[in-house]
């Protein structure tokens, strides 16, 4: 069963950064295509940030965090991290990351808290 594990979450400011980290414990982690999800309680989950393991263009955003939140990857890592900038109240969530296709999805880790809050 893979496992993921996600980091970096914490207290922060708006107009504040922020850098998520998620591991993944799967061989050839490079074929999966990955993203990061929030949820806040009460609400469903939502994707926010996605990362294709290949193909053109590689990422797509969620249009509220478009130009502030970047995805990238370290396939030799088994890795996949946001960046957050300019950071929002309503950016307040747990983040979790996992494959992209909905449909085959692995188990859920415990996710990261981001609380922006002055």
């Known amino acids: 069963q893979v496992q993921v594990v996600e980091s970096g979450g914490g207290l922060v400011q708006p107009g504040g950064s922020l850098n998520l980290s998620c591991t993944a414990s799967?061989?050839?982690?490079?074929?999966?295509?990955m993203a990061w999800y929030r949820q806040v309680p009460g609400q469903q989950r939502e994707a926010v940030a996605t990362?294709?393991?290949?193909?053109?263009?590689?990422?797509k955003y969620e249009d509220s965090v478009k130009g502030r939140f970047t995805i990238s990857r370290d396939n030799a890592k088994n890795t996949v991290f946001l960046h957050m900038n300019s950071l929002k109240v309503e950016d307040t969530a747990v983040y979790y990351c996992?494959?992209?296709?909905?449909?085959?999805?692995?188990?859920w880790g415990q996710g990261t808290q981001v609380i922006v809050s002055s």
């Open positions: 990362i294709y393991a290949t193909g053109d263009p590689k990422t």
């Open positions: 799967v061989s050839d982690f490079r074929i999966y295509a």
């Open positions: 996992n494959r992209a296709i909905l449909s085959n999805l692995w188990s």
